[in-house]
Each structure stands twice: as C-alpha cells, then as structure tokens.
C-alpha cells in the first residue's frame, strides 16, 4: 500500500464479517473475513472487527483515512449509533463510538444495503452519475437511492427501503406489517415460499425441484429454483417469470417516481438469475412514462457481493475526508 | 407591496392562467386570473401572461426577484423549455426564454405539481422540513419529494411522477403505459369509471349518483361520488373506502422509499373528500415499516388551490435569489 488515500471497509453480517483495506480507486488492498460471534454479544463481534482492522493497518504500514461499516438495521445517523439490528438481535449499540475509540480512527456506520450502494455509484455501475437507484435483491430487497448527487437518508435514516412498496394490494402477508410489498413477492423468502407451494400442489411438475432440494420440497430455496429453471424445468421457469414481473412492476415504481439515470440490480437472487436484468431491461423501458424512461440504463451490479465492503471504504472516504456528510 | 423581496407566481393550466404577486413570507399581495386561449398557441398564451405580469408589477411599483411559472409537463430544467405539454400539446415551446426576453426579468419554469410542492415546502404544511412528500390528487395523481432538504429532478427532470407507481400488478390499464398505478385506482377519472361501472351492474344502489349526475350515469364523476358518500350514500361510500385503500397502499411505498417527516395530500380528489386524510394517516401509520414511520406526519394541503401559483413565486424568489437551483 502507497501513502495515497485508502480506508477500511467492514461488512457485518450476521454470520459473517468481512474486513478490508481499499484504495480511493475502489481496489480491495488486503481482506479478511471471519464468522460473526453473534452469541457472543456486541463486545464480542466489536473485538473481532477490531482485530481484523488493526492486522490490515500493520500491513498497511499507514494510517487509513477512517473506517466504514455497513450492518443491517436501523443507524442513527449522526452518532453511528446501531438502534436496532434484529439480525443481531442489537439495540442501542454504540458502535461507531465503540471501534472508533477502540481503533484511535474515524469510524463511520451505515445501513448494509446503503452501503453497498456507495459501491456501486462510487466504483461500480453507478459512477459518474447523479442519479441511480440500486436494487438488491437477496433473501430480503433493499435499496439506496442517489438523487441530484446525495446519498437520500430520509427523516430517520431509513430512506431506501424499496423491499417494501407495495406491488400488489391483494397481495400475500410481508415480513413487515404491510402485505404486497416487492420483497413478499421477489425476495427470496417468497420465492422459496411460492416454490415449496407450487410443488405441494403439483409434486409431479416440481419433481426436479423436489430432487434437487435431496427429496424435501420444504428444503426448496430460491436457489433451487434458479437452478431448476436453468436446467428448464417449466415450474420453476414460471416462477422464474412471476419474479420477473413483480421486479418488472416495483422498477417501474421507482423508475417513475425516482427518474434515476442508471437502475442497478444485484444481490443474490439476481447473481443466480442474471437473466432477470434483461427481462427488467424489457419490462421497465416498456411500462415507465416515456420522460421518466428516456435516459434510462438497466444493468447489473458491478462490484457483486464485493459492493458492501467496498461501499463502506468508499463512505469512509467520501465522509470523513470531508467530501460530504450524506449517508 | 414595500421595497421587500416578491416575486411573480403563475399557475398555467390547460383552462385557466393564474398571475399572482407574492411576497417572501408566502403572502398573495394581487392576483389575475384570466382563461388559457390553448387553441391560439404558445404565443396568445405568452401575451396573456405577459399582459397579466406587466398589471402586477406596475401596481407594484417595485420589481420582482423574478417570475416562475409552473405547468404540466416535462421541462427541461436548464432552459425552461417546454419539451412536451400534454394538455396544451406544446411541443419545444422556449417558453422560459420567451417570457424572460418579453418581461426583462428572470424567469424559472417547471412542472405545475412541482411548483405546488415547493409552495406547500416553503410556506405551507412541508414549511421547516428537510424531507417531504407532497401527494396530489387530482384528475390524475402527482407529486413533488424533498430529501434532504433538495427538491427531487432525477435524471430527465421527471422525479415524483408517484400517481405511476404499480400499487396493483393485477389492475387495471392507467393513461400510461403501465397498469395497476396508483392514479389508475384513485385518481379523479380512476373514480369516475369505478362508480360509473357500479352504477352499471346496479342501477338502484347507484340511484342516488345517478339523480345527482343529472339522471346520466355516464356523467358521474368524483366530485359526484364525494358528494354522495356525505350525504351517506352505501355504494358512493364504498368507492371512496377503495380510493383510501389504494392512497394507503401507495403512501406505504413512498413512506418506506422516501422516509418523510410530512406526507402531505393535496388535490381536488383531497380537498373533496378530506376525510382521506385520516385514513390515510391511520393506514400508513399501521403498515409503514416502524423505522419509516416513527417520526412521520400525515396531513392536508395547507395552501389548497393557491399551492401552484404561491409554489412557482417561491421557487422564483429562491432559484434567481442565488439560494439554490434545484427545481
């Protein structure tokens, strides 16, 4: 590593936490990874982020500009302070306060998937635009929005949450007190669930799932399908199809209320079926307002299951090197 | 009107062209109405502003910070020109250069519903908040979104289009290119065929539309269907029951999206039947993610009427002040 501008990126996840040195060209310089102690409480995760980063500022060899972590939850935005994380089962953990004291470095905390947008639109299929909404689509959906420049937070830090516009009003119970959101019918969860659910009412049409899932259909996950499709099963291509129209119907909603230059999708479901961002492509150029869709590109993310480590680097950067205070 | 900052607000619609002078605190110090001369192009409709815009600032006796003209749209946020006019069918009118050049003043155009949101920002129910969103519904369904504390453009200066978000990837076709919007389900026209359709399939429940459209069914419009529903009427009730659950379920997607401080409703379809409000404001509340809206507002329009002509004087007074150029 050189003496130019670099930071820490800290990608905590519930069972696992990635660490890494990245340069102010959005290059990973060294990384780390090990397993969340989640059992092990605040203190416990806190010393192993600690540790990862004090072995990537000795080989490092100089000081970085600050450290950047992105964790699911809700953030307080000034403080760094983790309200409420139910992956970890956290409230009010001090994390920014703690690491940053802990570590003798600027910390800054932000929500997982707002980091992760940092990536994209610093180093990945977002740079160089004002405008861009980032879709990631893994077990649950969720998003981050960059409107005339700024990283949207919204009143309480939660600006983002695009896993939950409804898409359907008669639609299925979500996770969160709504029903019909995006995410309860293109999340992963829900394709699991539509999955294990077409099966039970035709084992005979989803006996390629049933196989690939080792005989059990309640084992079908979103990943199974994928799979499935790919092979040509037509049960798990409808699926397929139906994920595709939700996305089709929320990226219109967001395209139309939005007007980004640059739509990303990524996350898991979208790494399995890379498919789908062609089939958003066709869809949200076909159904936005004419004005909305113009400008508009659809493509995939480019930094992959890297945007979060990278994103949370890049805030560091961009944050507490003074460029800017928006989250 | 003193030696303070004014400026000059007009609401240009597709019947009627509002001029008005207003000072900084928002006050409506002379208005003008007169009727938009649409089939006599984009130059009868400039000379009747023209025309309005002298009379004001002669009885002024002071000159404006500038003018602003907000009218449905799309406008090219650089130069004010008017690339499409659905409702005048303008197409590449200059008319931010046209008026500028004929007044000698300043001149900043935008989108009508855009000119209302920064009314209701800057001197009405959003006025000190960094984070709003403003809901029009009218005839069709607009909108106007500041986030941190900027007011939204997006990529081709079409942000907040949010009558097109997909509330219902089931419903039925919208004036656009998409179906199941919100605007397809509770904007005014949306109304007027859902009461017109139930009147159909049962004349006796619809009879008291009926004798209130004049005896033809065909003639029901929204402000029928309010009117009804107030005097207590089962069926007009039951459409606006389905108009608040389609407002609920698209102001669920914009509180999880946007994380305002103050949703705010606004519109004739509002203004006809402000009992909306509370429902929606109930409804949100209970299916918003708890995070969204912990620290949310559900409230009407305070400018009513005047949010337009009010909105493009504020919009004038802060972008040709030098305070700011987001529009």
């Known amino acids: 590593m050189t003496g130019n501008t670099w930071a820490i990126g800290v990608d905590l996840g519930a069972t696992k936490i990635e660490v890494a040195g990245v340069d102010s060209a ?3 310089l060294k990384r780390m990874h090990r397993d969340t102690d989640a059992a092990g409480g605040p203190d416990t995760v806190e010393s192993g982020i600690i540790a990862a980063a004090e072995e990537i500022m000795k080989s490092a ?6 450290i950047g972590v992105g964790m699911a939850g809700q953030i ?22 703690d690491l940053s004291g802990k570590l003798d470095q600027p910390v800054v905390v932000t929500n997982d998937v707002r980091a992760a947008a940092w990536g994209e639109w610093m180093y990945g299929a977002g740079r160089g635009y004002n405008d861009i909404v980032c879709i990631f689509v893994g077990t649950g959906v969720g998003g981050g929005i960059v409107s005339g420049g700024a990283m949207l937070a919204g009143c309480s830090n939660t600006a983002g949450e695009i896993g ?5 009003i008669n639609g299925p119970a979500c996770h969160c007190p709504n029903h019909g959101c995006l995410e309860s019918l293109a999340g992963g969860w829900a394709i699991a669930r539509d999955a294990q659910n077409a099966v039970a009412r035709d084992p005979a049409a989803g006996a390629a799932m049933i196989r690939l899932a080792g005989g059990d259909a309640k084992s079908i996950t979103a990943k199974i399908v994928s799979a499935a499709a790919h092979q040509g099963d037509t049960l798990a291509s409808r699926i397929v199809d139906g994920v595709a129209d939700a996305l089709v119907a929320g990226c219109v909603s967001l395209v139309n209320a939005f007007n980004p230059c640059v739509l990303i999708l990524g996350g898991g479901v979208i790494e399995g079926m890379p498919e789908l961002v062609g089939m958003v492509d066709t ?5 936005a307002l004419g004005a909305a869709g113009m400008k508009l590109k659809v493509v995939m993310s480019e930094l992959h299951n890297n945007a979060g480590v990278i994103g949370a680097a890049a805030l560091a950067i961009h944050v507490l090197s003074g460029k800017g205070d928006k989250r």
Not at 61 to 66: H, K, L
Not at 283 to 287: A, I, K
């Open 164 to 168: 939950h516009i409804t898409i359907d």
């Open 283 to 287: 869809g949200v150029h076909g159904r």
């Open 76 to 97: 307080d935005p000034v403080t760094g302070m983790v309200i409420f994380a139910p992956n970890l089962d956290w409230h009010n953990v001090p994390l920014q306060e």
């Open 26 to 28: 959005g290059g990973i």
């Open 61 to 66: 060899g100089s000081r970085p500009a600050g």
